[in-house]
């Protein structure tokens, strides 16, 4: 069967201090991986989606850029976070090939910039 | 473009009673439409999934959904809530034919249950 990890689970960081979030994907290949944000008592809003390695398409220009060096690891990243980047990340995968498909959740990582 | 509307930011039942968390779509394409639930600080977990076959969509723990195209609405209901079901509820839409592999979110129904 197929799981998703994402870490850490929680992280504290100050403004202006950079950020690197995990994402892997056990049990599928060639993935689609996505990144969303979820801002405090709003829905969720896709930051970036990859359909293969080196693969990152860009949903909201922002502070933050995505990679995805290997098949089944995505990662996160900035140079230097705001204020604004504190709020709940979640990966997701669905299928290869497919686009209109379930897509599924990691646990999240909780991140709160200071 | 597609957009989802959840009618409900909250709802309140009491244990055993039916739940009923309403959305609403807009779509150019025919389109999948799905119900995720989050406990907090949890990831998403799916429910249930449309996707042009059965317009009654039956899913995890009870629930079900049911596509109306007529009306663009795909509610989700229970017939008897239970305190584990207190959560927030996501109703989702996605398109095959724009390219873009991505969902598009509601903003939310928070459930309460009420012992």
């Known amino acids: 069967s197929q799981t998703i990890h994402q870490w850490p689970a929680t992280l504290v960081q100050p403004v202006g201090s950079p950020l690197s979030l995990e994402c892997t994907v056990e049990g599928t290949s060639n993935p689609n991986l996505y990144w969303y944000r979820q801002a405090a008592g709003r829905g969720l809003q896709l930051l970036f989606y990859s359909v293969g390695i080196g693969q990152i398409s860009s949903e909201v220009p922002q502070n933050l850029s995505a990679s995805r060096p290997q098949d089944r690891q995505f990662i996160l990243s900035s140079k230097k976070l705001l204020l604004s980047d504190s709020g709940f990340y979640l990966c997701?995968?669905?299928?290869?090939?497919?686009?209109?498909?379930?897509?599924?959740f990691g646990p999240g990582t909780r991140l709160t910039v200071t | 473009a597609q957009s989802v509307t959840q009618l409900d930011s909250h709802v309140s039942v009491s244990e055993g009673t039916p739940v009923l968390l309403r959305c609403n779509y807009s779509?150019?394409?025919?389109?999948?439409l799905f119900w995720y639930v989050q406990h907090p600080n949890k990831g998403l977990q799916l429910l249930l999934k449309y996707t042009s076959a059965a317009t009654l969509v039956k899913g995890i723990n009870g629930f079900e959904a049911e596509f109306k195209k007529s009306e663009t609405s795909f509610h989700l209901t229970k017939p008897s809530a239970h305190m584990s079901d207190a959560a927030e509820y996501f109703c989702?839409?996605?398109?095959?034919?724009?390219?873009?592999?991505?969902?598009?979110f509601g903003s939310g129904t928070r459930l309460q249950v009420q012992p």
């Open positions: 997701a995968w669905s299928n290869p090939g497919l686009a209109r498909i379930e897509q599924y």
């Open positions: 989702v839409v996605s398109e095959a034919d724009t390219g873009r592999r991505a969902l598009t």
């Open positions: 779509s150019s394409y025919s389109p999948s």
